[in-house]
């Protein structure tokens, strides 16, 4: 049987919940369980009251707000325990088409994709601003080259994760999943989609970010953080190379002068230039470095990913061995 989990973060959703769990699909071709998830991340209003008045079967609460990254984290984890074949994360402001989820999933369905992105087609999005469309393709651009994959919108956060893939990725950033996620999946090697969707109009701004210029150093600073990540070679020793290259510069200045015979008057050429070879060369050894971490933290994500599985198995064993007893306890009250 194969199970869908639809996981909304939500942050004081009481008002617009409602209408976004209305919204999800019922029945699905190809999916015999659908189930949804709320993690309401610290809200100081009834939203986790609402979502179990809603019927929505899994609710998992912050006591403090801890941000949209920790949210999905925490949603994934759980939607894992309860064991979805495929983890669908939606907005709870309604921005996407909840019919939608049925193009999303359909790849994973087919065996073509671990990941899915929802593509809100951002270039001509009526719902988005001009300033946001551009900054949005820009970012996306990006990442695309980051992460070595073709998504036309990367911060979108409607996408859809089969267990295998859910399994493998780790979020580590504090301010948005989206980037982080998409980098991870394209270094791993992970089948990644990119699919058309709908969206409707937004009632309100995001709460994730307070303004645009903030939300464009988080997003840097997430994308650079993860890219080291997953690349520390070439990202320090690239650095270490580029300032060697630069130091060479005022050595050759010093040189110059030197061999017409004017080389006393420049020698803070000469230590200009050894100070940048120093620094890019102590950069270079810091990648080496970092590049034997990243192998033992490969390491450790495959230990955590059998442990993973070992959960999962364990999980099984304990749900056959409770359905036998129940069914043995059904079996006794007949007889």
Not at 284 to 289: E, S, W
Request: proline fraction near 3%.
């Amino acid at each position: 049987m194969t199970k869908l989990i639809i996981q909304i973060p939500c942050l004081n959703e009481a008002k617009d919940l409602p209408k976004t769990l209305d919204a999800l699909p019922l029945s699905i071709p190809g999916i015999d369980i659908i189930e949804t998830l709320i993690i309401d991340d610290g809200s100081l209003d009834n939203t986790a009251q609402i979502a179990r008045e809603s019927g929505v079967h899994h609710v998992v609460r912050h006591r403090a707000n801890r941000g949209l990254a920790a949210a999905f984290r925490s949603g994934i984890d759980a939607a894992l325990r309860a064991g979805a074949d495929i983890i669908v994360n939606t907005d709870a402001d309604g921005q996407y088409v909840g019919q939608d989820i049925v193009k999303i999933i359909t790849p994973i369905l087919n065996g073509e994709a671990d990941i899915v992105v929802g593509d809100r087609g951002v270039a001509n999005n009526v719902h988005f601003g001009f300033v946001k469309r551009r900054l949005q393709q820009l970012g996306s651009g990006i990442v695309q080259r980051l992460s070595n994959t073709h998504i036309n919108d990367a911060v979108s956060g409607f996408r859809a994760i089969s267990r295998e893939a859910a399994m493998h990725i780790n979020i580590t950033t504090e301010f948005s999943y989206t980037t982080d996620m998409l980098i991870q999946a394209g270094r791993k090697r992970l089948a990644i989609l990119s699919i058309p969707v709908g969206t409707n109009a937004t009632t309100r701004p995001s709460r994730l970010f307070k303004s645009i210029p903030r939300f464009i150093l988080n997003t840097g600073i997430t994308m650079a953080r993860a890219y080291t990540t997953y690349n520390p070679l070439r990202a320090f020793v690239g650095t270490g190379a580029i300032i060697i290259l630069v130091g060479m510069m005022p050595i050759l200045r010093f040189l110059f002068f030197y061999l017409s015979g004017d080389g006393g008057g420049h020698v803070q050429s000469l230590v200009l230039g050894g100070a940048l070879l120093i620094l890019g060369a102590l950069i270079a050894v810091m990648g080496i470095l970092a590049d034997l971490i990243a192998a033992n933290r490969k390491l450790i994500e495959t230990n955590l990913i059998h442990l993973r599985m070992i959960e999962d198995r364990l999980d099984l064993i304990q749900r056959t061995q409770l359905a036998e007893e129940q069914a043995n306890l059904i079996e006794r009250r007949i007889a």
